[in-house]
Each structure stands twice: as C-alpha cells, then as structure tokens.
C-alpha cells in the first residue's frame, strides 16, 4: 500500500468531534472535547475509549458511553502511572546501591564491572559495557564532567559513579550476567527479600518493562506485562496468591509493593493506590484483580 492509499483522512477537531458523535459518543459539552483533542491527541485518547466500543470493527460505542468516561479512564491511568513510576525509582536506586555496596566489597574493586572473569556469557558482558560508555559519552551529570577532567578520559569512573547514570534496564543486564556462584549475587536477592538469583533478575527485567512504559506516558491498566515477574509462590513476607494470569497489571503491582515493602519501609504507596481503586472500582477487573484482592496479606 502507497502512502496515497492510506485510507484515514486527516481530520480537523471539529471534525475529530463530529466523527466520535456519529459512532455513538456522547459529547454534551464540545469546548470541552475540543479542549482536551488540541492537548490528547485523537489516537491517543483512542487507546482508552477502545474498550468502550460495542463495535471495535466499525468504532461503534457502546449505548451511553461519554466523553467525560473517556477522561475519567485517561486520568485514573495516567494516576496511576505516576505512582508506579515513583515506586519503581526507589527500587531502582536501592538496586543500584546494593550492586555498588556489595559488589564492591566482595571483589575489593571499584571497577569491577570491567572484570570479565565475574560474568559467564562474554557478549552480554561486551554489550553492557557498551552501554555504560554510551551513558558516559553522552552524559552531562558534573560528577561524570569532573572525572574525566581530573582522571582523564581514557578510564571509566569507579561504579559508585558510573552506575549513577545507568539504566534500570543496564543494571539489571549487569547482574543477570554476574556469575552465579558469587555470594554478592545471592546477598543481593536476599536484600529484596526474594529466594534466589533468578528472581531477583527476572523480576528486575519485569519492572524495567513496567518502568519504560509508564516513562513513556503509554496506557498501562488493562495492557498484559509481556516480561512477567517470576511467580513467587513461597515468599518470606506477606504477598498474594499467585493469579491465572501471571502477566497482569495486578500481578506486577503486587511484585512492585512487596519490594517497596523490603527497599522503601514506611512508603505511602501503597495507601495511595488502595484510593485510586476505590475510586475507580469499575477498572480492576481488566487490570486482574481478583474480587477478594483487599483480603490478600500484601493488600489488606
């Protein structure tokens, strides 16, 4: 297909309007949509009222649905992104303070994460170091500027700076790579209170999913995490009874709070997302809550 064959019309807002109350929506108010379309725009907003079509082939409404239901979702979602994205920044930092922390003091070395011999798959280690000179290169933290004037550039900085600058998603690429017979690796599950190794990355790669969708201000309620946490079916702390479906909103919001317990104690998250679904009880079922979910140790 040409690009002269694409079959959407470019739509002016009025049009945008028009459009949406023929296909059944409701608009009692068009100023107000119009506001609204010149800030969100049309596709956007389109990833929300998707759900609330009888006729997704023919964008048909369902009976009754408005603008301002479309508004309200939009908002319960960006509500919530904004807690989840602060939750996973303090558990992304306790990461990258426990990997400086303990690493380094196992190996004696601040550069360890230059030191082949502490990880088993040789290209993810090239690939990581790759990374972290990409974050270098383009980096204008002082700290990073002020190494390099004094020490030269030709040396990375020790990790307590460089891991500064680095991605959740780096972070957990460097110690799913770690060798697992060192005893930092397993120190560093047990500080998030995880059984072994193996949860602690998978559950790290999970939330780096959650954490770039939310930093990308994309829709999260009802999507499925396409990078499940690892089911955690004996934990050490109160949690949940694991759900059919593993890749639920739900499930990873659990994961979330059960590590913020651990890294962020006294945190207020929890509290706040508890009134964000009180509020908006109509939108837990698509994101996997069970009915009883207020009776779970982690929720109650």
């Given amino acids: 297909m040409s690009k002269e064959d694409y079959p959407k019309n470019i739509l002016t807002i009025d049009n945008q309007i028009k459009q949406l109350k023929q296909r059944g929506l409701v ?151 770690l060798k697992n017979d060192l005893d930092c690796k397993k120190r560093l599950a047990i500080e998030f209170d995880l059984p072994n190794e193996n949860f602690l990355k998978s559950w790290m790669n999970s939330f780096n999913v959650v954490r770039n969708i939310c930093a990308h201000h994309s829709r999260l309620w009802n999507r499925n995490i396409h990078i499940p946490p690892k089911q955690l079916s004996k934990p050490n702390s109160n949690f949940i009874l694991i759900p059919n479906n593993d890749m639920s909103v739900y499930y990873s919001l659990s994961c979330i709070i059960y590590i913020l317990n651990k890294v962020s104690p006294g945190h207020t998250t929890k509290e706040s997302l508890v009134s964000l679904f009180n509020n908006n009880p109509d939108r837990l079922a698509e994101m996997g809550f069970s009915e009883n979910w207020r009776n779970q140790l982690l929720w109650a």
């Fill in 27 to 177: 608009i009692e108010d068009d100023n107000l949509a119009k506001q609204y379309l010149k800030n969100i725009s049309y596709f956007r907003l389109q990833g929300f009222w998707w759900e609330l079509q009888a006729d997704k082939k023919k964008h048909l409404f369902k009976k009754g649905t408005t603008f301002e239901t479309v508004v309200s979702l939009y908002t319960f979602d960006r509500k919530l992104r904004l807690l989840i994205f602060d939750a996973i920044e303090r558990i992304e930092v306790a990461l990258r303070t426990k990997m400086i922390y303990y690493i380094s003091i196992e190996n004696n070395n601040w550069w360890w994460y230059e030191n082949k011999n502490l990880f088993f798959n040789m290209d993810f280690f090239e690939e990581s170091i790759k990374d972290i000179d990409k974050e270098l290169n383009r980096s204008k933290e002082v700290f990073i500027e002020t190494h390099f004037e004094n020490y030269g550039s030709q040396d990375r900085p020790p990790c307590y700076k460089t891991f500064e600058i680095l991605s959740l998603g780096t972070l957990s690429k460097i110690y799913g790579n």
